[in-house]
Structure formats: C-alpha cells, structure tokens
C-alpha cells in the first residue's frame, strides 16, 4: 500500500531556479491537496483539486502553479524560487466519506 | 476570516501526568474536526468529532466538541515518552464535494521520563 508519494524528499534551489514537486496516490481519490508548514505552525493550503480537472487556491497560493494531470497526479510547480518558499511541503488525498486525509511523507525545500 | 487557535503552544510534562490540550475555532460552513499527531513527518489522523458531547475515545486519548462554545479538547492521560509530538487540530470546512482541512499552529508536547 503505497497511498500518497511524494518526490523528491529533499531538495536545495537557489533563488530564481524552478522545479515541480510531484505527487501521486494510488486509492483513487477525488480530492487532492498541496500544503506548506513553516517551523512553528500549523499546515497551511497552497492549492487543492477537489476533482480531476479542477484546481483552486488555497490560503498562499502566490508563487505556485499546479497541475492535476490525471486522477493520480497533483504536482506543485515553483516558477521563481524564492528564500520566503523554504519550507516543507506535504501532499495529501481524501474521498468523500473518508475519514481524515492521507498525507505524503513530505518534501524539504530550501531556497537559498 | 478563518481562524484556529490552539493552545498551549507547548508544553513539558513528566511520564505518568495527564494533559489537556485546547482548540477554538471560527470557520466558515463547519463539518468537523479533526485531531492529528505529528511526529518529525507527516501527521497522522487520530480522531474525527462531528458532533457535539460525544467523546471519542482511543487508548489514553479522548476528544470532545463543543460546537456551541466552537472549541475542542484533546485528553492524554498517563502521558508517555511516546507521546511526544506535536497536536495538530484542524476543522474540516466547505461546501459542495470537498472539505478543507485549516489547522492551528500546533501544541508541541514533551514528555519526560
């Protein structure tokens, strides 16, 4: 049982430099989600797709495009790193009358 | 504006001690809360409230919610080094087809031996 993956684990950019943070589930859910935590605070919603095709923003979407490729897929994509997007990212998924979300082990971004 | 208040931010106990943690919440469109555990990784789920004064109860945990008050309280009795982490509470909010979790900032809880 995989359930929410997430690449890379770890990555440095330096300001400026772009990269897609992947992620995939494979429970077939409808809904899912990319979230930042910042030391000392909660999970904050970048953006979510509540259903294949669709895609909304969260509470801090600026800086960040996304992409639901396929029922599967939901990458988040940094166009112009900066130092203010160090953070760790947490992907996860949910279907409706499932309980709690399921979360991806996360991937450590630093901007230097 | 939505909004989750947790509290205390964090706190040492020792082995054996009981602790109460709190979560105040104003969001709009209210579905539930949910308590989470995170440990170093990602969270991971541990109870759901829907409804109001009906525990939840799992080992040395139990939660309650007060949707009249809006706020909720996570119960670890006989604390152990294990339970060590940070709480996460978080209302499930929205319309339609999908809810969104908004979480609090977390109580970061220390238990020594």
């Known amino acids: 049982n995989a359930g929410v993956t997430q690449t890379p684990k770890f990555q440095v950019l330096k300001t400026g430099q772009s990269m897609t943070l992947q992620c995939a589930q494979d429970m077939n859910h409808n809904s899912m989600y990319w979230y930042r935590q910042d030391p000392g605070m909660g999970l904050r919603l970048i953006y979510y797709?509540?259903?294949?095709?669709?895609?909304d923003k969260g509470e801090v979407p600026n800086g960040y495009n996304v992409s639901r490729l396929n029922k599967r897929e939901f990458s988040l994509r940094l166009e112009s790193a900066a130092p203010s997007q160090t953070s760790v990212y947490f992907c996860a998924s949910s279907d409706r009358g499932q309980v709690g979300y399921t979360f991806g082990s996360g991937t450590r971004l630093t901007v230097v | 504006e939505d909004k989750v208040v947790q509290s205390p931010l964090s706190l040492v106990v020792h082995e054996g001690d009981t602790v109460t943690l709190n979560c105040s919440y104003e969001v709009t469109n209210f579905r539930s809360l949910l308590w989470y555990k995170q440990e170093k990784k990602a969270p991971t789920f541990l109870f759901m409230l829907?409804?109001?004064?009906i525990e939840k109860k799992s080992g040395r945990l139990s939660s309650i919610l007060d949707k009249k008050e809006l706020f909720s309280i996570l119960n670890i009795t006989a604390t152990q080094t294990g339970d060590s982490a940070v709480y996460l509470c978080?209302?499930?909010?929205?319309?339609?087809?999908?809810?969104?979790?908004?979480f609090g900032q977390g109580t970061t809880l220390q238990v020594k031996p």
């Open positions: 797709s509540a259903s294949e095709g669709t895609t």
């Open positions: 978080a209302p499930l909010h929205g319309s339609g087809n999908t809810g969104k979790l908004i």
């Open positions: 829907t409804s109001s004064g």
